[in-house]
């Protein structure tokens, strides 16, 4: 196992029961710059961890190690440059023949690139938002909006600097689709995840405005709204 360990890509730290570093792998001193002789007696937290660590997987870990559970994360490090990069970590405790805990032995897999190309598609996505001709806008379960592109905050007369957070569907829909037509959405959103019709109403300058709409509920239960303004057809086709 020991000669494993050391030809592995993976970097593996095996520290005492206190949590206390022992050994590290050649791949683990490569990466993050650190010798044995430099780290032993430390705890890997010190080294490896910057302000940027979620606090919540820092705690996930603490508790598993407090309750001597195997532990699974995925978690932001630092090397002793500073420079960053991500590792799927699987933490598993050490114990003799009669059940003692004598240490743990953390396994770790870089995903920094695969957390790089994930960053880059939601990238590309938000810009592909933010171009597109349809208003389309993001809103928690609760209703309040997380995100609205040009095209939405143009539609409902909102500017580019406004302030969205708090801001409820319901504050910015006609208010005879808030009246008429909430509770059919919020039905056929629970039921089938999806609500497609037309809203009609009237500008803050007075103007009335035909939208079509689709809206999807996610897993998560938040709401993706498109609108597409489709007045001047309608005015058209009469």
Not at 12 to 27: M, Q, R
Not at 44 to 63: A, V
Not at 69 to 98: A, H
Request: hydrophobic content about 35%; proline content about 3%; aromatic content about 8%.
């Amino acid at each position: 196992l020991s000669k494993i360990a050391e030809l592995t890509s993976n970097y593996i730290i095996i520290t005492d029961k206190n949590g206390l570093i022992e050994w590290v792998n050649p791949a683990f001193e490569k990466r993050t710059g650190w010798n044995l002789s430099e780290v032993k007696n430390v705890k890997p937290s010190r080294i490896l961890q910057n302000k940027k660590t979620e606090k919540s997987t820092i705690g996930i870990i603490r508790d598993s190690l407090n309750r001597i559970k195997e532990c699974q994360v995925e978690i932001l490090n630092q090397d002793r440059y500073g420079i960053e990069y991500w590792v799927k970590k699987d933490i598993q405790p050490i114990v003799d023949e009669r059940g003692d805990l004598q240490g743990f032995i953390s396994v770790q897999t870089d995903i920094t690139d695969i957390k790089d190309s994930h960053r880059r598609t939601l990238e590309d996505r938000a810009l592909a938002m933010d171009s597109a001709g349809d208003a389309i806008a993001i809103c928690a379960p609760c209703g309040k909006f997380s995100y609205m592109n040009a095209s939405f905050r143009s539609m409902f007369d909102m500017s580019e600097d406004a302030d969205i957070y708090g801001v409820s569907w319901h504050d910015i829909m006609p208010e005879n689709f808030v009246s008429e037509k909430r509770d059919n959405l919020l039905r056929c959103l629970k039921q089938n995840r999806f609500w497609s019709g037309r809203v009609e109403g009237f500008r803050p300058d007075g103007r009335d405005f035909v939208l079509n709409a689709n809206v999807t509920m996610k897993e998560d239960e938040s709401i993706i709204w498109i609108f597409r303004d489709i007045t001047r057809e309608i005015v058209v086709e009469e």
